[in-house]
């Protein structure tokens, strides 16, 4: 982790006044540690091949040098990009012209509550395009001018967006608070595509939309090195249980295919919840696959253009037709459900196989009605399903020494509403379980303040104030409940509450929930437990 | 021009412009209007203050006279001519104006005014039609 | 300074009218012409607003999810925060249009960073802006509903019993009413939260406090026809009825604050379509909250979508790694030499 100032000072520094200085005269602070560092030019030239239209202007740039290379028509790029967009995407048009700057949403932000930056809050960081929308497409904003909150597009202002459209996670709470629903996450979207129009970009996010493009995962795994991973796995597996599990990779004829994110594969935490769904699948006898060249649930492309994600997300149905499977199900994430429950199908609807069907659960003979067009389900309603029919053989006792609690991640709470089957599951193999206070969980749920490809370290500092509403919900009920355990169902939150926790929570564990169900089931012909899926003791086979 | 839910959209357009429009409609047909005419009394030709006041202050000079004469039991009015009248409703604006529907009503009507005078007091002849 | 720019609007729009229909005797002008054009102008910019968005498609579906989902039967749906079929989501639209629900969730955020203490972010209620804005939004649909009297002959039973149950306070004379006083209250407080929370003075525009001064001029000098001037009623619905049946008479014994009223009046009416209070009809098209939650379960178009875009095809993933592919014995669909 990069050096950052101490919880205390960044608590301190955290003023909600907002300055004498209108925002429109505040200058951009473009030192190190407020941007991500830009992508890679081989990266850009790459996806410029790939997805035409999308990216452009590849080079080698700072952001803290004054000159960004841009191109010399930069401007008209982005107005006739902006202008584009106004007559593709009705929620843009309609949030340009209709918030009352009632302010509702201003403190509804993880990064103004972290930080107190005016131009954080909501519907200041919207309000940095309508300026552009009123002076550059409306005529009073052109006559009236800064009075009417118009201004013209500039360089100042194509840095400021830099800043602070990387600076939104798409996580949505303003919009569940906003009486006409203006969602901040669409303006940031917008905002990012004509961003990419002129090359200014992050290598966080292309590098893994590249490399998910190429080599079908975020991590750049190739298919080897994958098959590799799933070995070592097996083996460990293998350590903990006794039982050798068969794990199918790019097989055809299977009922389901089974996709995740790379990162449940590539390092701890998710590595366990990896183990955690083997296990389970080995368990109730699933006739499924993984597939390396669909290996990647999660889908960066949504953080980029929506061209970008429909290509990103099309693998999945063309590998389960390829492979010819019934359906899909999702491992844990969070934005890929966003893209798959609010996208997918209108995307790639057209690219699903006759072969596929509404998803019935093979165990429990549940038809996943609510599936029945996309035919995907995530893999928290399958074992919720499960667990009601009493499949799974479960010992919570392994989980004894847990006392958990539940992040609802942004995407699936409020692009979804899965609320009650990731908890029905936490109960049914944890004891112990708080709630952290009710205007941080649910649909009210704060983000990790790593997601919409934010989770780089170079902006730690960042990173750690947006944190701040989600680490104290959970250091409150680490005070009051003892709470040593915060599972999740987000493979990004898997990566970026660890960080989170260690700064303002320290002392919990972050798991994600089939890492705490592999714990709890018995496998038939395991031997008896004595660790966790980490390999760390049991409760009560601890060695003196 | 292509319209997208065009369907829904134009539905809620004619809802909004029938509720902005039905004035029109409801007043279509109808003669012009022009304020009523009222019935004057036939003796006497100088009502207690201006007609310009009564038009438009009668409603607080009623309200006055209740306060005056039964809160204070001052039961004389000098109007601005120096006149004197006694604040009585029934014994002195009623001797004149004897129809409540041709006179008091005619107005109210139109601005959809509902004086709580006749709350307490027993209403004249003109109420029976 | 934004603040008091857009006072000195209305104020100069006030000297306008009072300067025109009093001194200069324009009072036809002001009496038809510009309230029956600007009446126009609304009516026809309105729609005009409304059509420029419905030109623009809806390419995806992206309600904001308020609640628990639809998914196994035995997990209860929060239907109205999110809603999977198309009456649920006519709920959620009703409640969001007519109680302002999802202000209602509001709350404020407060930090305490006590030394020796743990710091603490907490969410108190704030229903405050909710209240304001009922108050106000209630107020004023009552209001210009109770004008109606002046535009109907005759009027129509409901309208009378509105006007005596608005004014059943008996209180003053004319009688109160009570809409004047949820009006003038609601924005009243709204206009002082602008000022008082430095969070909203900071990002307010002369887009926000010009319609506030304005509304609360219209409602000011509604007041004052009312129950200070006393105005005479019968003459001005004589003009009120003219401008409902196209039949024109000089104004005759109207007070210079009728013109002033319907000035600033006309001038809301202008104002309106292109502004900020098109949310009014804005509200209905938020495709965040005017869909359901149902695109795993039914199709949805996209009218842009774009058929050519196409994933990176398992054929050219092969052909990139076939040889490690081969060597780490994962299942292939050309071997190396059918490849070569």
């Given at each position: 982790m990069a050096k950052i100032i101490k919880p205390d000072e960044m608590l301190k520094s955290i003023n909600y006044a907002p300055p004498a200085t209108d925002w429109m005269d505040l200058p951009n602070d473009l030192s190190p540690g407020r941007w991500a560092y830009p992508a890679k030019l081989e990266k850009v030239e790459y996806l410029m091949h790939e997805v035409p239209g999308v990216f452009g202007n590849p080079r080698t740039w700072n952001p803290a040098d004054p000159d960004w290379q841009l191109p010399s028509n930069w401007k008209e790029i982005v107005v006739n990009g902006f202008r584009e967009r106004l007559d593709k995407y009705r929620s843009l048009k309609l949030f340009m012209d209709i918030c009352v700057r009632c302010g509702a949403c201003a403190d509804k932000c993880h990064y103004f509550i972290g930080s107190g930056d005016p131009k954080n809050m909501p519907v200041l960081r919207a309000e940095l395009m309508r300026s552009i929308y009123r002076g550059e497409f409306t005529l009073a904003g052109k006559i009236l001018g800064k009075l009417t909150g118009a201004r013209v597009m500039e360089e100042d202002v194509l840095k400021e967006w830099f800043l602070y459209f990387y600076q939104c996670t798409e996580c949505r709470r303003c919009s569940l608070f906003c009486p006409y629903g203006i969602d901040t996450a669409e303006v940031t979207m917008m905002a990012r595509e004509l961003l990419h129009l002129v090359g200014v970009n992050i290598n966080w996010i292309l590098e893994p939309v590249a490399n998910c493009t190429r080599t079908g995962n975020h991590l750049g795994i190739q298919p080897h090195a994958f098959k590799d991973i799933v070995e070592f796995m097996v083996d460990d597996i293998e350590t903990i249980t006794g039982k050798r599990l068969n794990v199918p990779l790019n097989e055809k004829g299977h009922e389901v295919l089974f996709i995740t994110p790379s990162g449940d594969v590539f390092a701890d935490p998710g590595i366990y919840t990896f183990m955690g769904y083997l296990i389970m699948f080995d368990a109730i006898g699933l006739d499924y696959t993984l597939s390396t060249y669909a290996s990647e649930g999660g889908n960066f492309g949504l953080f980029t253009h929506s061209d970008m994600m429909k290509a990103i997300n099309g693998k999945m149905y063309s590998e389960a037709n390829r492979l010819g499977a019934k359906w899909i199900l999702g491992g844990e994430c969070g934005h890929m459900w966003r893209v798959v429950n609010q996208y997918m199908d209108t995307m790639n609807g057209n690219l699903q196989g006759p072969q596929m069907q509404t998803p019935v659960n093979p165990i429990t003979g549940t038809v996943f009605k609510n599936a029945a067009q996309t035919k995907m389900v995530h893999i928290a309603e399958f074992t919720a399903d499960l667990i009601k029919h009493g499949k799974l053989n479960l010992d919570k006792s392994r989980n004894s020494d847990i006392i958990a609690t539940w992040h609802d991640s942004c995407n699936t709470a409020r692009a979804m509403g899965m609320f009650d089957e990731p908890r029905y599951v936490l109960n049914s193999v944890v004891d112990n379980f708080h709630e952290m206070p009710e205007s941080t969980i649910r649909e009210q749920t704060f983000c990790c303040a790593g997601g919409s490809g934010l989770n780089t370290d170079e902006i730690m500092e960042i990173r750690m104030r947006g944190g701040l509403p989600r680490g104290n919900a959970l250091k409150h009920v680490v005070d009051k409940h003892g709470v040593n355990t915060m599972a999740c169902v987000c493979a990004i939150d898997r990566a970026t509450l660890i960080p989170l926790a260690d700064y303002w929570a320290p002392g919990v564990k972050i798991t994600g929930l089939h890492e705490l169900v592999g714990n709890a089931i018995i496998l038939d012909g395991e031997e008896e437990r004595t660790m966790n899926l980490r390999q760390e003791p049991l409760p009560g086979m601890e060695e003196e | 021009m292509k319209l997208y839910n065009g369907g829904k959209i134009i539905t809620g357009l004619v809802i909004f412009l029938g509720v902005f429009l039905a004035p029109f409609a409801y007043n279509m047909g109808k003669a012009a209007y022009s304020q009523p005419k009222l019935k004057m009394p036939e003796n006497e030709k100088e009502c207690i203050e201006s007609k310009e006041f009564m038009r438009t202050k009668h409603m607080q000079l009623l309200n006055d006279w209740r306060d005056w004469s039964l809160r204070d039991g001052k039961w004389v009015y000098v109007n601005s001519k120096g006149k004197e009248f006694e604040m009585s409703l029934q014994k002195t604006c009623m001797k004149c104006h004897t129809n409540k529907a041709e006179f008091c009503d005619k107005c109210h009507n139109d601005a959809a005014v509902t004086p709580y005078c006749w709350d307490c007091h027993i209403q004249p002849e003109g109420l029976k039609k | 300074m934004k603040a008091i720019f857009s006072l000195l609007m209305v104020l100069a729009l006030v000297v306008i009218a009072t300067v025109g229909a009093g001194a200069a005797k324009m009072q036809t002008i002001f009496a038809y012409c510009i309230p029956g054009t600007a009446f126009v102008i609304f009516l026809v910019g309105f729609v005009c607003k409304i059509i420029s968005w419905a030109k623009s498609p809806v390419p995806f579906r992206i309600p904001t999810t308020g609640g628990q989902q639809q998914s196994l039967d035995w997990i209860p749906q929060n239907k109205w925060d999110n809603p999977s079929t198309g009456p649920q989501t006519f709920m959620r639209m009703v409640l969001e249009v007519l109680t302002f629900r999802s202000l209602f969730r509001n709350t404020k955020v407060v930090l305490k960073h006590d030394d020796g203490k743990n710091p603490i972010v907490a969410y108190v209620s704030a229903k405050w802006l909710w209240l304001f804005a009922i108050l106000f939004h209630y107020g004023f649909l009552i209001v210009a509903v109770r004008h109606l009297r002046l535009f109907l002959q005759p009027v129509p039973a409901p309208l009378a019993f509105l006007d005596w149950s608005d004014?059943?306070?008996?209180?003053?004379?004319?009688?109160?009413?009570?809409?004047?006083?949820?009006?003038?209250?609601?924005?009243?407080?709204?206009?002082?939260?602008?000022?008082?929370?430095?969070?909203?003075?900071?990002?307010?525009?002369?887009?926000?406090?010009?319609?506030?001064?304005?509304?609360?001029?219209?409602?000011?000098?509604?007041?004052?026809?009312?129950?200070?001037?006393?105005?005479?009623?019968?003459?001005?619905?004589?003009?009120?009825?003219?401008?409902?049946?196209?039949?024109?008479?000089?104004?005759?014994?109207?007070?210079?604050?009728?013109?002033?009223?319907?000035?600033?009046?006309?001038?809301?009416?202008?104002?309106?379509?292109?502004?900020?209070?098109?949310?009014?009809?804005?509200?209905?098209?938020?495709?965040?909250?005017?869909?359901?939650?149902?695109?795993?379960?039914?199709?949805?178009?996209?009218?842009?979508?774009?058929?050519?875009?196409?994933?990176?095809?398992?054929?050219?993933?092969?052909?990139?790694?076939?040889?490690?592919?081969?060597?780490?014995?994962?299942?292939?669909?050309?071997?190396?030499?059918?490849?070569?």
């Open positions: - | - | 004014s059943v306070l008996q209180i003053l004379t004319p009688a109160i009413y009570i809409s004047d006083l949820l009006l003038l209250t609601g924005l009243t407080m709204l206009l002082a939260r602008r000022f008082i929370d430095a969070k909203v003075r900071y990002i307010s525009l002369v887009n926000d406090y010009f319609p506030l001064f304005l509304i609360l001029a219209i409602a000011l000098s509604g007041v004052y026809m009312r129950y200070i001037v006393k105005v005479d009623v019968m003459s001005i619905k004589d003009v009120a009825m003219g401008l409902a049946t196209f039949n024109f008479k000089v104004p005759a014994g109207v007070d210079v604050s009728f013109f002033v009223h319907i000035f600033l009046v006309s001038t809301l009416l202008v104002y309106f379509p292109f502004s900020k209070l098109m949310h009014m009809g804005g509200v209905f098209l938020s495709p965040t909250r005017n869909m359901p939650n149902d695109t795993r379960m039914v199709h949805y178009e996209n009218v842009w979508n774009n058929p050519a875009i196409k994933p990176h095809s398992y054929e050219a993933y092969e052909d990139d790694f076939r040889e490690p592919m081969f060597e780490a014995g994962l299942p292939l669909d050309k071997s190396p030499e059918d490849a070569a």
